[in-house]
């Protein structure tokens, strides 16, 4: 049973797991582009992509200037991707609950990092990015970059929470197989008293 509860709690990580390794571990960088820039404004980029980029990721790499806090429901960024007059990806990015890095102590210029979306099936062809300020406010925007990712797999999101279901069972499982695996301790008065040697014992 210890190889079973072992099993389920490895398959527990693996599914618990599976979007960080997806994105982490087996995806490819396709390129960076620069499509929005405080001294020129927006500068759409024209990509072109083929069906072997899907699934593609799509993220906004966001420098700003100041301390400013990132406010849910406040569109810092829009981002739009179009192809062959269709558009396939259109979001307004917040940038809430993304973890800000220090790019410029000195001048508290610090960049945020977030997926705006997952662009699958990718039809082969050329493809518009543009990128233009939100409606949020107090944000001073350095710059917008765009980066694209070739994910290996993007995993089903109901893949985590059933890994950590896997895990809490796998776990439990060990703890009572390892609890029971050295049994009982054996009671010394069960057995009978070794022979002795002199009176009352066996003798030679």
Not at 18 to 36: E, P
Not at 86 to 103: E, I
């Amino acid at each position: 049973m210890r190889l079973v509860f072992l099993i389920v709690f490895l398959a527990g990580i693996a599914l618990a797991g599976s979007n960080w390794l997806a994105s982490q571990v087996l995806s490819r960088d396709i390129g960076r582009w620069r499509l929005y820039d405080a001294g020129t404004g927006p500068l759409p980029a024209q990509l072109t992509l083929t069906d072997k980029d899907a699934p593609l990721r799509v993220v906004v790499d966001l420098g700003v200037a100041g301390l400013q806090a990132m406010r849910t429901g406040r569109a810092v960024v829009t981002l739009t991707a179009a192809t062959d007059g269709r558009t396939v990806l259109a979001k307004a990015m917040d940038f809430a609950g993304a973890q800000p890095r220090d790019t410029n102590i000195q001048m508290q210029e610090r960049a945020f990092m977030k997926t705006a979306g997952i662009i699958d099936p990718v039809v082969s062809g050329t493809y518009i990015f543009t990128a233009g300020l939100g409606d949020a406010e107090g944000v001073s925007i350095r710059y917008a970059d765009l980066v694209l990712r070739h994910e290996w797999g993007v995993a089903d999101p109901r893949y985590q929470p059933i890994g950590y279901a896997l895990m809490a069972v796998g776990f439990i499982g060990l703890v009572l197989a390892f609890g029971r695996g050295g049994g009982r301790p054996q009671n010394p008065n069960s057995q009978p008293p070794p022979p002795r040697w002199g009176r009352g014992g066996a003798s030679a």
